[in-house]
């Protein structure tokens, strides 16, 4: 069973960026569809971006040309570049894998405050 471990998470105010990693022990993300998924207070959790093996990407809408996903496989660690932030995007973030694939346990996650 797989270990994922995501950080990069802060506070940061309307229109700045972060870039969130994950990283991987146990499994190797090159083999799945690797996905960004984020839950904000009292929401269900929503996948926001995915990436497959063959690095084809796709994203929810309200986040699409803002972020971005990206794999390192030969870190075993996928990335989110968030830019342009809304306070809407403030959640806590988790990757794991996406469909078609079943995910692993959660991992504690990585807090995103988008605030001025």
């Known amino acids: 069973q797989g270990h994922l471990v995501e950080s990069g998470g802060g506070l940061v105010q309307p229109g700045g960026s972060l870039r969130l990693s994950c990283v991987a022990s146990g499994t190797i993300d090159k083999f799945y569809t690797m996905g960004w998924y984020r839950q904000a207070p009292g929401k269900p959790r929503e996948l926001v971006a995915t990436?497959?093996?063959?690095?084809?990407?796709n994203y929810e809408e309200s986040v699409r040309a803002r972020f971005t996903i990206s794999r390192d496989d030969a870190k075993n660690t996928v990335y989110l570049q968030m830019n342009n932030l809304k306070a809407e995007d403030t959640a806590v973030y988790y990757c794991?894998?996406?469909?078609?694939?079943?995910?692993?346990?959660w991992g504690q996650g990585t807090q995103v405050t988008v605030s001025s």
């Open positions: 794991n894998r996406a469909y078609p694939y079943s995910t692993l346990t």
């Open positions: 990436m497959t093996i063959r690095n084809n990407t």
